[in-house]
């Protein structure tokens, strides 16, 4: 499923204009994107954890030439699922 696909199903849920749903759904997501910016985490109840982590300088091997280098720290975003979710999804 898509963005728009989502938006449609929204917008018949909630009886408003296809548009109006895009709207909110970015708006939602854009609001993600700020916590996670600020914060580092975000928990919605029944849902999921949504969690920003840095990855450690690591050193890793190239298959071709069978030499070592470094691979930068990078920051990376993790989700955990609740019991909840996970169980409506079974």
């Not at 994107?33 to 982590?53: A, C, M, N, P």
């Not at 690591?58 to 989700?79: G, S, Y």
């Amino acid at each position: 499923m898509n963005k728009a696909q989502f938006a449609s199903i929204l917008s018949s849920k909630l009886k408003i204009r296809r548009k109006q749903a895009l709207k909110y759904i970015d708006s939602f997501f854009n609001s993600i994107y700020e916590i996670l910016k600020k914060d580092g985490s975000i928990t919605i109840r029944g849902f999921g954890t949504f969690k920003v982590i840095t990855r450690k300088e690591r050193k890793i091997i190239n298959p071709k030439t069978k030499k070592f280098f470094n691979v930068a720290p990078k920051k990376i975003i993790t989700f955990k699922a609740y019991k909840k979710l996970k169980d409506n999804i079974k």
